[in-house]
């Protein structure tokens, strides 16, 4: 038995298809613990050799976590007989749709229907037919097994193609994008909320693998927050093949500092300040190709435009990416669910901007008066600090977080 997977192949005009294909290859092996060998590149897909015996459910559930996957199923594949007519064709495919549906029923299933694509429109023998005539053998092969056409426990698709002949079980579907690490690695900053993970889940969807920073300002956030923090980085790296790393740096003095100063108003803009320019000195240490942030448009006073503007001018040499601009909030929840983050985002445990926010924040900061309220304060100091303080910990496809 074969998995075969399929990737959206309108992603691959311009000719980097080998390319895009090796490397589906070996995310598909490093989420599913298997030896590269045994996925094998066919024309316009992957196949998986299911041991006799084997569970695929196990390879399923990875390929609907590899990033690039379009979608796969479970079944076998034969080539063509170019001279053979129609009728040898069928009776070549009939007993390997008969096989599949025994293994169905093994598996408890109790009705079936067969659905036949004739993307071959040269074959002899129409597609209602095909299914008429193999739904009517395999009634017969497994008596178990009854025809439903309208809710069948199992449907059992036929693909009569110009190059082959297919017959394979229904199949799940992977989560399209790009095959993660094509694009480089971006540095998402990570805060213990919903919408972060969110946006890092859509980052890899682009092909762009991950890794996190986090400002801790312990003792105003407590260590809980941290391991909450990990926790979601540990989700997260469930959808990348390679080692996830969450970089944690303190802001503890800077907000001390900063709520010191008397524009009590642009606090919160001016530690985002502080961050943005610690996180571009771990992007440049590490390489990253982009910033990646939770943050939307107007859902909270340090997201209007003034005031993004205000933070983004820190890192001029820098891509910023912003991948919830568009979604509502209930939209990043049902992701979050989707993607096992949302159980951990939603722990009660308060963010340091909760704590330090200014009762009256400024909606609409401009540049010059954030350069006014930071001339004269050690900023400069305090960051290199941080940046000096760094600790980081890794994770791997979900397994255990450790100091790196
Ligand atoms: P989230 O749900 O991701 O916390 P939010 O809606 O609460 O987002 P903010 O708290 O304003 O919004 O933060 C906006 C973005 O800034 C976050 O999504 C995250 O990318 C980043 N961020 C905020 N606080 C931190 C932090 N302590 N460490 C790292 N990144 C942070
Ligand atoms: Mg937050």
Same mark, same amino acid.
């Given at each position: 038995m074969l998995i075969h997977v399929r990737y959206d192949e309108i992603a691959l005009k311009g000719g980097k298809r080998g390319y895009y294909e090796r490397l589906l290859r070996k995310n598909l092996a490093a989420l599913s613990g298997l030896p590269q060998e045994r996925i094998e590149r066919a024309p316009g897909r992957l196949a998986?050799?299911?041991?006799?015996?084997?569970? !695929?459910?196990? +390879?399923?559930? @990875?390929?609907?976590?590899?990033? %690039?996957?379009?979608?796969?199923? &479970? /079944?076998?594949?034969?080539?063509?007989?170019?001279?053979?007519?129609?009728?040898?064709?069928?009776?070549?495919?009939?007993?390997?749709?008969?096989?599949?549906?025994?293994?169905?029923?093994?598996?408890?299933?109790?009705?079936?229907?067969?659905?036949?694509?004739?993307?071959?429109?040269?074959?002899?023998?129409?597609?209602?037919?095909?299914?008429?005539?193999?739904?009517?053998?395999?009634?017969?092969?497994?008596?178990?097994?009854?025809?439903?056409?309208?809710?069948?426990?199992?449907?059992?698709?036929?693909?009569?193609? !110009?190059?082959? +002949?297919?017959? @394979?079980?229904?199949?799940?579907? %992977?989560?399209?994008?790009?095959? &993660? /690490?094509?694009?480089?690695?971006?540095?998402?900053?990570?805060?213990?909320?919903?919408?972060?993970?969110?946006?890092?889940?859509?980052?890899?969807?682009?092909?762009?693998?991950?890794?996190?920073?986090?400002?801790?300002?312990?003792?105003?956030?407590?260590?809980?927050?941290?391991?909450?923090?990990?926790?979601?980085?540990?989700?997260?790296?469930?959808?990348?093949?390679?080692?996830m790393h969450v970089n944690v740096l303190s802001t503890t003095k800077i907000q001390d500092e900063l709520a010191r100063q008397p524009k009590e108003d642009l606090r919160v803009v001016l530690l985002r300040r502080s961050m943005y320019r610690l996180a571009r000195q771990v992007l440049r240490a590490r390489g990253h190709v982009a910033l990646v942030t939770g943050e939307s448009l107007g859902q909270v006073a340090s997201q209007t435009p003034e005031n993004l503007l205000c933070v983004e001018a820190v890192v001029p040499d820098v891509l910023v990416l912003r991948p919830l601009l568009g979604f509502d909030k209930r939209e990043i929840v049902a992701v979050a669910r989707r993607i096992g983050t949302y159980e951990t985002s939603i722990l009660p445990y308060q963010d340091c901007c909760s704590l330090f926010a200014p009762r009256r924040p400024a909606t609409h900061a401009t540049v010059e008066r954030c350069l006014e309220a930071e001339a004269g304060l050690p900023l400069a100091e305090l960051e290199a600090e941080a940046f000096e303080g760094l600790e980081t910990w890794r994770t791997a496809r979900g397994g255990p977080t450790e100091r790196a």
């Open positions: 998986i050799t299911v041991a006799e015996g084997e569970d !695929p459910a196990p +390879l399923l559930d @990875a390929v609907t976590r590899t990033f %690039g996957v379009a979608h796969a199923q &479970v /079944g076998h594949e034969l080539p063509r007989t170019p001279d053979a007519g129609a009728e040898a064709e069928l009776a070549r495919l009939e007993p390997v749709a008969v096989d599949l549906a025994r293994e169905a029923a093994l598996g408890g299933k109790r009705t079936f229907k067969v659905e036949t694509n004739r993307a071959d429109k040269a074959f002899a023998i129409g597609s209602l037919q095909v299914s008429s005539r193999v739904g009517g053998s395999i009634a017969r092969a497994v008596p178990e097994l009854k025809v439903d056409v309208h809710h069948p426990e199992v449907v059992i698709t036929l693909e009569v193609r !110009p190059e082959r +002949l297919v017959a @394979a079980t229904e199949g799940v579907t %992977g989560p399209g994008g790009y095959p &993660v /690490g094509v694009a480089g690695t971006a540095l998402n900053l990570l805060s213990g909320g919903i919408d972060s993970p969110v946006a890092a889940w859509y980052a890899l969807k682009r092909g762009l693998h991950v890794d996190h920073c986090y400002f801790h300002a312990f003792p105003y956030t407590g260590d809980r927050v941290l391991e909450k923090v990990l926790t979601l980085g540990r989700a997260l790296s469930r959808w990348a093949p390679a080692t």
